[in-house]
């Protein structure tokens, strides 16, 4: 069976001056002539993104697109007519976003977050009212799990974030500083999920997992400028929080972890990495 709107693993079954017709079950999929190379033979299987083209038709093509059906993704806009803006997502046919599936009228190369979604007649359609796409809490996502993270809309508590291209949730202002922007996509944990169904999320994992990966940052940070860095702890937060992406309250713990280690020297001005 073929499925419209995701990545599909297809048989060559016969080529033709059309292309080559891509079969599962007794459907039929075209991989248009342009698209075939000449290592593409008959009985060979492809991976290709299956979609309805104007007609209803099932169009193979092997190029990937940057989401699939039910998937969000920051978007440019390419063109803006009277049926709304045109996406580019990395296939040759731009994504239309109609206008009443708009949240603000688009406006050609800007981007936007866009959910992808399958029309009556099962063609790809995009819209940016995302609010609409996301699902109520279920036994899938559970406190403490990792997750899958995009940066959505700030708000006065912090930043919404997209979990698992299904679930909305809230990422606080203390862990955002200004290294995160809109549609970023990211690993974060599910800090808690409360009683009214809503969604706290976090960067970092908590206790030793999070200062072990602050040490093996700060580490990596270190070789990669000539063993010195010139942070310490009366440096501000917002320094720490641009070079490393950690607070000072971690940064702190990790530095005294590497020290007591003895892997790093503290001097004046900064840490450095000491020689073996």
């Not at 040759?92 to 976003?97: A, F, G, N, R, T």
């Not at 309250?249 to 001005?269: H, P, R």
Request: hydrophobic fraction near 40%; aromatic fraction near 6%; proline fraction near 4%.
């Amino acid at each position: 069976m073929l499925n419209l709107g995701y990545m599909n693993q297809l048989k060559v079954h016969a080529i033709d001056d059309d292309g080559a017709w891509l079969q599962a079950g007794r459907q039929e999929a075209l991989l248009p002539k342009y698209e075939l190379t000449a290592a593409i033979s008959q009985g060979d299987m492809l991976e290709v993104f299956v979609y309805a083209d104007g007609d209803g038709r099932p169009v193979a093509t092997l190029r990937q697109p940057i989401a699939e059906v039910g998937e969000f993704a920051l978007m440019r806009a390419s063109q803006v007519n009277v049926h709304g803006a045109f996406m580019d997502w990395g296939l040759s046919k731009d994504l239309l976003v109609p206008l009443k599936e708009q949240a603000e009228p688009m406006k050609i190369g800007h981007h936007y977050l866009v959910n992808v979604r399958l029309d009556r007649q099962g063609r790809p359609i995009g819209t940016a009212r995302l609010d609409k796409c996301l699902s109520g809490i279920d036994n899938t996502i559970g406190d403490g799990q990792e997750v899958d993270l995009i940066i959505w809309e700030p708000t006065d508590l912090g930043v919404k974030v997209i979990i698992n291209h299904r679930f909305g949730g809230l990422l606080y202002q203390d862990e955002i500083g200004d290294h995160l922007k809109y549609g970023d996509q990211l690993k974060g944990f599910i800090r808690l999920i409360r009683p009214d169904g809503k969604i706290d999320c976090t960067l970092r994992r908590g206790g030793k997992a999070d200062r072990d990966d602050a040490k093996d940052k700060i580490i990596q940070a270190l070789l990669d400028n000539q063993g010195f860095l010139p942070l310490h702890d009366k440096s501000p937060a917002e320094q720490i929080q641009n070079m490393l992406g950690m607070s000072k309250k971690l940064f702190k713990k990790a530095v005294g972890g590497l020290y007591k280690s003895d892997l790093i020297e503290l001097t004046g001005d900064g840490i450095r990495l000491k020689e073996k």
